[in-house]
């Protein structure tokens, strides 16, 4: 079965930090462009970080450039969001995701995913 399971959501005050973790199983986490999105109800999704399966190439959408660092353990076949600075605006629920890429992570738009995390929710409040 393939599946790409999401933990290390949370509640955190404005300036702390979280750790998102997604794995994947039933596939090879190698060949694929890796991502992170995510969604606030009635809003579409949108892209947070992406990371190239030669890990070359590295997306940050600007709101969270310097504070989220996106990597990723193939011998592990997991995926991580590192966020730092945390903001109440970054509050919303977070998606991994894999795509098998042929261009930069960044030129794929969320239909083009292959897989998907279930979504862990991340609030930022005081």
């Known amino acids: 079965q393939l599946q790409f399971v999401e933990s290390g959501g949370g509640s955190v005050q404005p300036g702390r930090s979280l750790r998102l973790s997604c794995v994947a199983s039933?596939?090879?986490?190698?060949?694929?462009?890796v991502g992170w999105f995510r969604q606030a109800p009635g809003k579409e999704r949108e892209g947070v970080s992406c990371?190239?399966?030669?890990?070359?190439?590295?997306h940050y959408k600007d709101s969270v450039k310097g504070r989220f660092t996106i990597s990723r353990d193939n011998a592990k076949n997991a995926v991580y969001l590192q966020m730092d600075s945390l903001k109440p605006e970054d509050t919303d629920v977070y998606y991994c995701?894999?795509?098998?890429?042929?261009?930069?992570?960044?030129?794929?738009?969320?239909?083009?995913?292959?897989?998907w995390g279930q979504g862990t929710q991340v609030t930022v409040s005081t």
């Open positions: 995701a894999a795509v098998y890429a042929y261009r930069a992570c960044s030129d794929y738009a969320p239909h083009d995913y292959n897989f």
């Open positions: 039933g596939f090879t986490l190698d060949y694929y462009a």
């Open positions: 990371m190239n399966s030669n890990d070359a190439i590295v």
